[in-house]
């Protein structure tokens, strides 16, 4: 008993603090905590752009690179992903990002993360492969195509027009590394129950989920039997971020910093940098497909 | 009585095809099991079947229009109807498992003509104006000599349908990283499961569907009959060379992809359906004379065939498929569609006992209704 009523007085000793601290517009300063932070930091980079580039966190550094790199003619520039398998952590995070910034429905996935467990009790160990669509320089995946819907654009990237694909999956057979899915219509929102006005209802949900995505920088809404609808869909490097100087939307959300993005043809650019160390390899090279995701083993 | 039979199983067909092709017209492909990773099922390979059987069926016609064999004066234009009715069931297949089958015209007016897919669409299309085209000359010569014109157009048709038939096995065949399918052996052993088929089918139709008018009719059976124990001998000795060769290779991908039709979940459609009912049953059956002059049991073992060999040509498209591409992505996203274990739903199901159904009643209502067709007097000689 005697403990309940500390506690409820500890709480309510707490409440009061609170309250006070607002009324004495502490409020104000709480707030100004994240704009100072990004002050403090926007300094750093100034000072940092006298300084070495990599000084820089290398997000920060990544996007200036990306955002020079966008100066030059498309077909001068490489578009390459480095993965640093040793700082992937396996959370799974770039898988999510990628699947909302495409909007991404049921059963279409881009990027998923391999896990793989070796070894037996006590000598066990986990490896995670993000595993992107490769963008191969001789992909295996856009000759089979009946109808040229899928294409190396000029900056290397393997695209899909959706309004051309006729939906014959050929594509999704040819990749040897299952980097592609099928949009087969679905959306998470359709099996909830109808629920007006809540936020969790499915008809809230589902205007968010229906409402376009912007792939390849057109709006993409989802309607039933329209594009992308019925198509192969696949990883673009997020083209339509990259265009406007964003890097792409797993590379930003990796918090161990392990997806790295930018022009390999910009010999002081970090993933040029890391390309060409020992360390590199890619998967299933003996294809000669060539791809343009490289690992850090 | 036969004929009435298959005429009420062939409605049958329909009627159960109807909630398939309602699906997937109306509702898409939400229903199907075929996804992400089983990229292609039960519908590309009845595509792959019934373009077989209509090359097959092209095939057969030129012992009559071509080659001239006078056993086979009569036969040609049964086999011919054969290929005009498994064509389209063939095209329907494949055109239920497009995403867009609404933009089929693209592949005949912005082709990427170095795709196998575009060249087999353009060239089963050909292929059909051939048969067309060799019907309407049926019709014209009624049951004359065949002109050199009609020969000429049956050694375009022998010719396109040896390519395309091995055209699909090449479709499959081109994907380099299915290590199972990449053989040279592929392409080029479909031809000869596409004649094994169109002679099953002629073999079926003079057995079931064909009167007595015919004083040569069991002579005509007898040798089909042979031909298809031949042909049975060599499709097995393929599937030998092919199994073997993966197995004694020793890559885990050849090997985990046979494994999968030998003992996994599809090694009753390969040991049941494929080797007891498709191949050791109908040997044993067009082997012993006795059994082999029965026209009904004939007929129904020709049946058997042809369901062998659609069910070899899914044992050839599922396994390879079944095979994940790299370590660890079978687990590495859950999601409809995203499944290495496949089994066609029942709306494929549907559409395929549809297909059959219709393809069924078009063969029977052409061998009934249409004059050049009805039994007459041209008998072989």
Redesign the interface.
Known sequence: MTERVDRRNFLRGLGSAIGAALAADNFDRLAAVPEQALAAYEAALAQADEANAEDLDTIERMRRELVRALQKPPSERRWVMVIDLRKCIGCHACTIACVAENKLPPGVVYRPVLDEEFGTYPNVTRRFTPRPCMQCDNPPCTPVCPVTATYKNEEGVVVVDYDQCIGCRACLTACPYGARTSDFGLTYTEEMPVAEGLIAGRTTTETYERAANFEYSQPHPRVERTSPIGNARKCHFCLHRVKVGELPACVTTCIGRATMFGDANDPDSLVAEMVNKPNVMRLKEELGTEPRVYYLV | MTKRIVYVLGILAVVVGTYGFYSRLFV???E?NY???V??GLWVAMYLFFAGVASGSMMVATLDYLFEIPLFKGTGKYALWGAMVTLPAALISIGM?????E??W??YL???L?????QM?WGYTLLGVVILVALWLVVRSSGGKPTRVFKLVMVIGLVMAIFVSGGVGALLG?????MVWHVGLLPAQFPIFSLATGVALLLTILALFTSNNDPHRSQQMRVLGIATILLLVVKTYILWADFSMSLYSGVPQNVDAINQVLYGPYWWSFWIVQIVLGTIIPIIVLVVPSLARNRLLVGLIGILVLVGFAAARANIVFPA?SV??????A???S????NFDYFPSLMEWSVTIGVVGLATLAYLLGIDRLPFLKDTTEVAR
Do not use: C, Q
Not at chain 2, 97 to 101: E, K, P, S
Not at chain 2, 174 to 178: D, G, L, Q, T, Y
């Open positions: 898409g492909e939400r199907v996804g992400s990773y990229t292609w498992d497009l995403g867009h089958m933009r089929i693209k592949v912005r082709p990427n170095n795709s196998l897919l575009a669409v081109v994907n380099a990283s299915r498929l994940p591409e790299l370590e660890g992505l687990t590495a996203f999601g409809p569609h995203l």
